[in-house]
C-alpha cells in the first residue's frame, strides 16, 4: 500500500530509481492508442486533481503520441464524472484522474450507490497524495486549531468546502463527530469560489487540499490551522499536523491515481501504468508536484488495487456512520 506519509527525498529518490529501470514503455497494446484520450476529473478547473490532471496529460501526450485531453465533469460528490467513466467502453480512451472523493467517499454520500468504486474500475495507477488543510479567513480572527474549538463549541461556525460529499465536506462532518463543534457546511461549485469567499469573511473556515491555497498563505489572506497527515506537508512546515494537536481520529490524506473502466485490456493497463510512472519520474514534473504539496510515488497497479480496496474499506464504512447525505 502506498505510504503518504514518506518523506519528499524518498518519494523522489524512488522515483529516480525506477526511472533508470524501466524508462522504455512496454512493447505492448500495439495499435494504441489510435486517437485522443480523455482523462474526466470529477472536480471544476482549478483546483488540485485538474492541475495534476493537467500536467500528467501534457507530459503522456508526449509519451503516447495522441492528445490527452482533460474534461471535467463536477458533482454529486465526484460520482457524476465517476459514473461516465465507470460506464465508458474499456479501450483506454476514458480514463478518469481518481482520487479519495469519487472512489472512497462520494458513493457512500448517495442513498442509492451508484457503482463500486473497486469493481467498476480498473485503477491503473498510483499518483500521490497530498495533506488536507484547515484554513481561517484572516478577519475571522483563528489563528490556531484551539481557537477554532473554542469557537465551535460556544457557536455555529460556517465551513466552506468543494462541494457536496469532496473530501472537504466529508472532513468536515467528522470533525464535527470527533470534537463535538457545531459546523455547518457551505457547500461550492470547486475551490476558487470557496477561496474568494474566505478571503472576503462570508465564510470563517475553509476545508480542502493544500495544493492551491499556499500563495493564500504565504500572502497573508488566509490563515492555515492545520494539516490533516501524519508529518507536516514540506510546503508548510510551520502548519501543525493534526496528530501533533492530539487530533489523530482526524487524520484524512487526499490521494490521486489514473483509474478506467472495469475490463480494460491488460496490455493498455501495463503501458498506462508506465508512461505514468515515467511522467512522475521526470525533475520538472516532480517538482511542480512538490511545490503543488504532493507527495509522487509511483506504484504497480496491483499495488494501487490494493491500496484502493484498503481505502474504501476503511472510509466507506466511516461517512456512512456519519450519516452524511448528499
Excluded at 525506477?18 to 505492448?28: H, M, V
Aim: hydrophobic share 45%; with cysteine.
Amino acid at each position: 500500500m502506498p505510504n503518504a506519509s514518506i518523506t519528499r527525498r524518498s518519494a523522489l529518490q524512488f522515483l529516480a530509481a525506477g526511472a533508470a529501470g524501466s524508462l522504455a514503455l512496454p512493447g505492448l497494446a500495439a495499435g494504441w492508442p489510435e486517437k485522443p484520450i480523455k482523462i474526466i476529473v470529477t472536480f471544476p478547473p482549478g483546483g488540485s486533481s485538474d492541475i495534476l490532471a493537467r500536467v500528467m496529460a501534457e507530459q503522456l501526450t508526449k509519451l503516447l503520441g495522441q492528445p490527452v485531453v482533460v474534461d471535467n465533469r463536477p458533482g454529486a460528490g465526484g460520482t457524476i464524472g465517476g459514473v461516465a467513466v465507470a460506464s465508458a467502453a474499456p479501450d483506454g480512451y476514458t480514463l478518469m484522474l481518481s482520487n479519495t472523493t469519487p472512489i472512497a467517499l462520494g458513493p457512500f454520500t448517495l442513498e442509492k450507490q451508484p457503482y463500486d468504486p473497486v469493481e467498476a474500475f480498473t485503477h491503473i495507477a498510483y499518483l500521490g497524495s497530498a495533506p488536507l488543510v484547515i484554513m481561517a479567513s484572516k478577519a475571522s480572527g483563528i489563528r490556531t486549531f484551539a481557537e477554532l474549538d473554542a469557537r465551535g463549541n460556544k457557536g455555529q461556525v460556517d465551513f466552506g468546502s468543494g462541494g457536496p460529499g469532496s473530501v472537504g465536506h466529508i472532513h468536515g462532518e467528522l470533525m464535527k463527530k470527533v470534537t463535538g463543534m457545531n459546523l455547518v457546511h457551505v457547500p461550492y461549485r470547486g475551490g476558487a469560489p470557496m477561496t474568494t469567499d474566505l478571503i472576503a469573511n462570508t465564510i470563517p473556515i475553509g476545508i480542502d487540499v493544500i495544493t492551491a491555497y499556499v500563495p493564500f498563505f504565504k500572502s497573508g489572506q488566509l490563515t492555515p490551522v492545520a494539516v490533516t497527515s501524519r508529518g507536516r506537508s514540506p510546503l508548510m512546515p510551520e502548519v501543525p499536523t493534526v496528530v501533533e494537536l492530539n487530533q489523530p481520529k482526524l487524520l484524512l490524506e487526499n490521494f490521486f491515481g489514473l483509474s478506467g473502466p472495469a475490463k480494460m485490456p491488460a496490455d493498455v493497463v501495463t503501458k498506462l501504468n508506465a508512461a505514468c510512472n515515467q511522467v512522475l519520474a521526470m525533475t520538472p514534473v516532480q517538482q511542480r508536484l512538490v511545490d503543488m504539496g504532493i507527495v509522487a510515488q509511483g506504484e504497480s497497479t496491483a499495488q494501487f488495487n490494493s491500496f484502493v480496496k484498503a481505502q474504501v474499506g476503511l472510509l466507506g464504512p466511516t461517512v456512512k456512520g456519519a450519516g452524511i447525505r448528499l
